[in-house]
């Protein structure tokens, strides 16, 4: 089933900045679910066909310190950004779920007329992935993420550590939007500035190369 996320990035200065909005989640009753290194891998077909039909399918590998988190995560996403409040719609499959990668199967094959092995992606196959089309990545990503919640879910805050030159963020991401304002004032975040774009849009501002990489 597609879900519903609202989500908004913070620039944050340094990790000193980021211990300060640590403590204010810790103290509003936040808790830390995993850290850990992710890995997205965004491809594409060669004539660019998800990107030019609003959907972004990515592939996500972490590496988890502390807590529990999937080994992978396959998303489509239909994402809708207003003056930097991402408000996104999400199918996904975990490798603690792998039977629902059926449904993002579906989903492919019905708008792009292809049948795709999520299981092989899953696995980073890079020989599989060029065997069904997809040989554009549009983007290759990696950072330190480390991630709070409440104890429903509902409120999620990412602090994120990019490669350099992009540095530190901030995510904020709730099912509402009454939520997520409500929460930014709560943990002190109304008033940094706004991220109004994403990683990806990020990295590509990096070079002028068609591919998008940046890594540790």
């Avoid at 340094?14 to 640590?22: G, H, M, P, V, Y």
């Avoid at 077909?45 to 529990?68: P, Q």
């Avoid at 997520?180 to 501002?205: Q, R, T």
């Amino acid at each position: 089933m597609w879900k519903k996320e609202i989500e908004r990035k913070y620039i944050i200065q340094n990790i000193s900045q980021f211990k300060i909005f640590r403590q204010h989640a810790i103290q509003n009753g936040l808790i830390s679910k995993y850290s850990g290194l992710q890995r997205d891998w965004v491809p594409d077909f060669a004539g660019s066909e998800m990107k030019n039909n609003g959907i972004l399918l990515r592939v996500r590998h972490t590496s988890v310190y502390t807590g529990n988190f999937p080994e992978w995560i396959i998303t489509l996403k239909i994402k809708n950004n207003i003056d930097g409040l991402h408000k996104n719609h999400e199918l996904e499959a975990t490798s603690e779920s792998p039977q629902s990668v059926q449904a993002l199967e579906a989903d492919l094959e019905k708008r792009f007329q292809k049948k795709i092995n999520l299981l092989k992606l899953a696995s980073l196959g890079q020989e599989y992935a060029s065997k069904v089309g997809l040989i554009k990545h549009r983007i290759l990503l990696e950072k330190k993420r480390e991630e709070f919640s409440d104890l429903s879910g509902g409120i999620l805050l990412a602090f994120d550590q990019l490669p350099m030159p992009l540095g530190t963020f901030l995510e904020l991401e709730t099912r509402e939007q009454k939520h997520l304002l409500s929460w930014e004032v709560i943990l002190g975040l109304k008033g940094l500035p706004i991220a109004k774009i994403d990683y990806g849009e990020m990295v590509k501002n990096l070079s002028l190369k068609p591919e998008r990489t940046l890594v540790f």
